[in-house]
């Protein structure tokens, strides 16, 4: 037993050697030079925030923290290296017990293709260090292709590095994919922000994004979507093709009560024309069985259906109540999904939004 360990570990050291002398002969630019997909706003504090500066100021600190992760951005680019590396260092080194490191700081890349976005390949971050590298994909035909690749859900980046072979081309997409001129701003939850997605890329509204061909600003924010006027505010000043509401699983009934009209009146004030799509929180397994989490839920499906009446006369105003996903074998720890989860939530959303953005 004692040699098969030393062996194991002599061949996982091997293996880190021969990546490191492969990343160490690839060029890198930083994906600052690329298309930066899911990006709302520009005037931002740091680079990768999903949140303007402004916003700072009176906002709760938990808001602005996760505001700072880099959930649902992404960089696209265009290659014929026959190799892809990343570096890439992230803010916090945040863990999680019900979310792989993977998909709370990892990297994601796909490969565009005549049958559409395809999963290439995840970037795994370390363990111990902020700073973060890996070769994605190698020994392809050199041919140019174009790529993108997910940026962490559940931490911020202060930098990204795209690498490639030397003497290989790297450069802006050709391809517009996702269409910046077809968006929808998704406001929610730590589901919204991609909790628990093994993988940056399988977050919903991702998916959604890639199966259906817009950008999505993915402004979920765990614990914490409260309907906040200020975060009402900041949304406002996009132009997006659609707005979609998933905030009910973070608020009471009382906090809908009092804040969801106000939150959706400054939206529709900014844009009288805008689809807003509101959803009431999906079925959470175990409120089956547990009494007082039904109760809760009923009591707030009884107050946004209070919010869907009042804006009754708006005709580009949707309420959606909740459903259950694949026999309630979608969640991790009864809330947050697993790709399973995010995969019948996006194909499930993906009809109802088809029916608005289509117009």
């Not at 890639?210 to 765990?222: V, W, Y």
């Not at 959470?284 to 707030?300: I, M, Y």
């Not at 259950?324 to 790709?339: K, M, Q």
Request: hydrophobic share 40%; with cysteine.
């Amino acid at each position: 037993m004692k040699r098969l360990i030393l062996t194991m570990v002599a061949v996982v050291a091997i293996a880190m050697q021969a990546a490191a002398a492969k990343i160490d002969s690839m060029e890198f630019r930083s994906a600052r030079d690329f298309r930066i997909v899911g990006k709302g706003f520009t005037d931002t504090e740091s680079f990768y925030d999903r949140l303007p500066a402004s916003v700072k100021e009176g906002c709760r600190e938990e808001l602005w923290t996760l505001s700072t992760n880099s959930a649902g951005m992404a960089v696209r680019f265009r290659t014929n290296s026959k190799s892809i590396a990343v570096k890439w260092t992230v803010r916090y080194q945040v863990n999680m017990g019900h979310m792989t490191t993977v998909g709370i700081r990892g990297v994601d890349l796909y490969r565009l293709t005549d049958e559409g976005w395809r999963h290439v390949n995840s970037g795994r971050p370390s363990t111990k260090n902020k700073e973060n590298s890996g070769v994605l994909i190698e020994n392809m035909d050199g041919k140019f292709a174009e790529y993108m690749l997910y940026l962490p859900l559940y931490d911020g980046v202060s930098d990204v590095q795209i690498g490639v072979d030397r003497n290989a081309e790297i450069g802006q997409p050709i391809n517009a994919s996702p269409r910046a001129d077809r968006s929808v701003v998704f406001y929610g939850t730590s589901i919204t922000q991609g909790g628990c997605a093994n993988r940056a890329g399988m977050c919903y509204s991702s998916i959604m994004s890639r199966d259906m061909d817009f950008e999505a600003i993915n402004l979920g924010f765990s614990g914490n979507a409260r309907c906040d006027l200020y975060i009402a505010e900041a949304m406002a000043r996009l132009n997006p093709t659609a707005y979609f509401l998933d905030f009910v699983p973070n608020c009471t009934a009382k906090m809908i009560e009092e804040n969801a009209i106000a939150f959706i009146e400054v939206l529709r004030k900014a844009h009288p024309d805008t689809p807003i799509i509101m959803f009431d929180s999906y079925k959470f397994p175990p409120s089956q069985f547990n009494l007082e989490q039904r109760s809760q839920l009923e009591a707030k499906t009884v107050e946004m259906k209070k919010v869907a009446d009042h804006f009754k006369r708006d005709k580009n105003f949707y309420f959606y109540e909740g459903v259950s996903y694949n026999d309630d074998e979608c969640s991790v720890d009864g809330a947050h999904l697993t790709d399973l989860g995010f995969k019948a939530m996006a194909d499930h959303y993906k009809k109802i939004l088809k029916k608005h953005i289509g117009k």
